[in-house]
């Protein structure tokens, strides 16, 4: 076959190899989340390798990024809904 | 005999030891005839013009006829060629051989071409196909067309068929006694004494006449076996052939090691080996006629080879009659690329990973065919490369017809009850040409492709990764949320969406945005997407299971559709998924599911399985000395090895966990590892039941069953 670069796939799990000292070092409950953040930027490989990047952990990191706006939208959007709840109970409505 | 005029099939094509080219042919009254027919061949070699000159001294005299001519090279253009034209076809390998090596510097076309596809571009009669004959009974005299390959419904040959099994597989245990069907008749033999057996056989051979031969290890036991103890034995209906045999061999392939067994050919008849024909258990006989037909390759060879073979063959043929010389080697490498743009063409198809978890009322939407019709559609051959306006070019031209009767077959497919009886025929004959064309995408990036051209190959997956995007555009333009995309395909689901019918406006929508045909595969009930085994958050492509509307489960990338899963755990998987598929949402069923799961476990436990449902199949990646851990697979490999068997990388070996390892042989029940087998099932269970629900009432369940 013609593929001579190797996939994002491959590529991301490489990079995060790499990463491993840096986790290593990390406190415990610190290297969860780091690990959660890696897994959010695979949701998104078809645009990270769509970007035709040479250094395809730039757009990674911005795959990050976009799942940690989403959950602050949704988080948001919770808070939101607990609020309207409050001030329905409070002006006794409930 | 007079001059006869009749109707029949070609059925094949060979040459005898003389070099003359005889056909096969099968009459209407079921006559069968091996006539001998005058048919030139020529080969060509194009350089600087002193060693052509050179190589015509070196030709003169050697019963060949030399002209020189000016003929066109798909990448170099028209070349300057010395022709050289034999009477008999038999004769070209090796006067090529001699000559290429006697002037190694000169390109040669049209040199290394199968003897079938030079016979059917040359003549127009397509290989299975009907057509009329001249013969005084000697030889053939004349041959015309009266149907071609691209026939819808072409009228099929009388075929007699006879069945050879031996009782044991001979790589491990010497067989015993052969099993012979024919006409209905079943006969018995025992293998010894060898004598009386061979006189049998003969005699069968001789009161059926069969045109196949259809075996289990005839290529890698029987037909070996009996040359070198029965030498006078010939099961070949032209008696002056002997049979060919042709060596094992392994190699890698499609990113695996992949073995073929030694093949055994004969003429006059075809002998089929179904334990070593690739496709045969898929296309079955009526699939490799078709495939026969349409790509000019012998039934014989169609069968064993890579359905790569045939799309090349295919190739030839368009380029024998368009008069394109055809490289004996290949002289195109890659051009030099800067690293930029390796990364930004270099890419495959588009995979958009999924909504990991269960989703209701899903549809899924797939391209037809789409690699193949990019490249009609988009003209995407290696010589209309940066060419705007270009004519068809040789790839387009050669997939046009095969993309067209695909589609019309698959079309006759949905429009019959699955109960018809034609059903299973069509389905075989649609098979073998979808093998064709999922390998001609690939062959336009393969390095050794005679009309390969990897830019060409890295247009059509830039092309289909926009189609991909416009597609999910629309669907997004329409309220449709994506869940996973994946080369050809897309899944998506609106709130208010639920049969065919609400889904049928988007795939008409993306069908006449794109131009390219878009099939709905169905609506699942539900479908789950499978996260990645080392983090749950992590989505797979491709890994999921669902049911659709109408009962029918599909499943990817799961135990289940694994080779190496033996088939009790195989069993048990898919006991899971109809147990799941009983509810709208698999979710209600999980408890009644690991009720299930339990069931299976606890009758491991207590030794009740049968052993050969624990039979485990694994091929083997490397020769048995390369591994350097002791795998399963090596350990079985050993233990064959230990017992005269000559075991290679890329056969499938067979054996069973036992509490010292591996076994080759059935192991009596106390021997097995039950416990490995138990986890196995825990395993394969967990794949499909853990993303159902939360971690701790799984293990609820779970860790019970562990003990």
């Known amino acids: 076959m013609g593929r001579t670069v190797p996939t994002i796939t491959r590529q991301l799990n ?31 490989l078809a645009a990270i390798s769509a970007s035709g990047a040479l250094l395809p952990f730039e757009a990674a990191l911005l795959a990050m990024l976009l799942e940690q706006a989403r959950r602050i939208a949704a988080l948001e959007e919770e808070i939101r809904i607990f609020q309207e709840e409050v001030v329905r109970l409070r002006d006794g409505k409930g | 005999m007079a001059r006869v005029e009749k109707t029949g099939w070609l059925m094949d094509v060979y040459t005898r030891p003389s070099g003359e080219l005889v056909c096969w042919l099968l009459s209407e009254d079921g006559q ?17 013009l002193a060693v052509l000159r050179q190589a015509w001294r070196f030709l003169r005299g050697r019963g060949v006829q030399l002209s020189r001519q000016v003929r066109r090279d798909l990448f170099h253009g028209e070349r300057v060629v010395l022709s050289a034209t034999l009477d008999l076809p038999g004769r070209l390998p090796e006067t090529y051989r001699r000559l290429a090596q006697a002037f190694p510097v000169l390109d040669y076309y049209d040199a290394d071409l199968p003897l079938s596809v030079r016979f059917v571009a040359g003549t127009q009669v397509p290989l299975l196909g009907r057509c009329r004959f001249e013969t005084d009974g000697q030889r053939l005299l004349g041959l015309q067309p009266l149907e071609s390959a691209w026939e819808m419904q072409p009228s099929l040959p009388p075929l007699r068929v006879m069945e050879i099994e031996c009782d044991a597989e001979p790589a491990l245990h010497p067989p015993q006694e052969i099993v012979i069907r024919c006409d209905r008749r079943c006969y018995r033999f025992p293998l010894q004494p060898l004598r009386a057996f061979v006189v049998n056989l003969q005699a069968l051979l001789g009161t059926y006449d069969p045109d196949v ?12 076996f009996l040359s070198e103890h029965a030498p006078s034995f010939n099961p070949n209906r032209d008696e002056q052939m002997k049979v060919e045999f042709r060596r094992e061999r392994s190699l890698f392939a499609y990113g695996q090691v992949l073995y073929r067994g030694a093949q055994a050919l004969l003429f006059g008849r075809w002998h089929i080996d179904r334990c070593n024909a690739a496709l045969f258990a898929e296309i079955g006989l009526t699939g490799a006629l078709e495939m026969a037909r349409v790509t000019g390759l012998g039934v014989q060879e169609a069968v064993r080879k890579s359905p790569g073979a045939g799309i090349t063959a295919m190739q030839m043929q368009t380029a024998l009659r368009d ?9 195109q490498a890659e051009a030099t690329r800067t690293l930029v743009s390796l990364i930004r063409y270099d890419r495959g198809g588009m995979v958009y990973q999924p909504l990991v978890g269960v ?13 193949p019709a990019i490249m009609v559609r988009y003209n995407i051959s290696p010589e209309t490369l940066y060419q705007r306006d270009a004519p068809a070019g040789l790839i387009p031209r050669t997939l046009q017809p095969l993309l067209v009767k695909r589609l019309a077959l698959k079309h006759c497919l949905h429009t019959l009850d699955r109960r018809d009886s034609r059903v299973s025929d069509l389905k075989a004959r649609q098979t073998a ?15 050794n492709a005679r009309f390969g051209r990897v830019e060409s190959h890295e247009a059509v997956t830039a092309i289909s990764r926009e189609l991909l995007l416009q597609a999910k555009e629309n669907a997004e333009d329409m309220g449709f949320t994506i869940l996973h995309m994946y080369v050809d395909s897309l899944f998506v689901k609106r709130e208010d969406t639920r049969t065919e019918a609400d889904f049928l406006p988007l795939a008409e929508k993306i069908q006449a945005e794109t131009g390219i045909g878009v099939t709905l595969e169905g609506v699942y009930r539900w479908l789950v997407f499978l996260p990645a085994c080392r983090d749950q958050r992590i989505p797979v492509a491709n890994r999921y299971f669902g049911v659709f509307e109408d009962g029918t ?41 690991w009720g299930l799961v339990n069931q299976r476990v606890r009758s491991l436990q207590r030794r009740q399985a049968a052993i050969e449902g624990l039979q ?92």
Do not use: N
């Not at chain 2, 989703?359 to 690699?371: G, I, K, P």
């Open chain 2, 213 to 224: 031969i259809l075996t289990r290890y005839g290529d890698t036991w029987l037909f070996p």
């Open chain 2, 359 to 371: 989703h209701r009322h899903v549809a899924e939407l797939d391209f037809a065919s789409m690699y």
């Open chain 2, 433 to 447: 040409l979808k093998w064709l064309l999922v390998v001609c995408f690939g062959y336009l990036g393969y390095k």
């Open chain 2, 323 to 331: 008069g394109v010389l055809i490289p004996a080697v290949k002289q």
């Open chain 2, 553 to 593: 489960l599909k499943y990817r990338g799961i135990a289940l559709r694994r080779h190496d899963t033996c088939p009790y755990v195989a069993q048990t998987q898919l006991d899971i998924l109809s147990c799941l598929a009983q509810a709208d949402d698999p979710r209600e069923q999980w408890k009644e599911a």
């Open chain 2, 32 to 48: 069968r005839w091996l006539l001998p027919m005058d048919f030139p061949v020529t080969f060509y070699a194009a350089g600087s």
């Open chain 1, 14 to 44: 490489e990079t995060e190899a790499m990463l491993q000292t840096f986790r290593r070092t990390l406190r415990r409950g610190d290297q969860a989340l780091l690990d959660g953040l890696l897994a959010s930027a695979h949701r998104h």
């Open chain 2, 616 to 707: 485990m199949a694994v091929k083997l990646s490397r020769d048995p000395q390369a591994f350097r851990r002791p795998s399963a697979a090596a350990q079985a490999a050993r233990q064959l090895q230990a017992e005269g068997v000559a075991v290679r990388a890329g056969m499938r070996l067979f054996f069973w966990f036992t509490q010292q390892g591996v076994s080759v042989a059935p192991p009596a029940a106390e021997e097995v590892d039950w416990d490995h087998y138990a986890r196995l099932v825990l395993r394969a269970a967990g794949e499909i039941l853990d993303v159902l629900q939360p971690v701790e009432k799984k293990q609820q369940y779970y860790l019970p069953l562990l003990k």
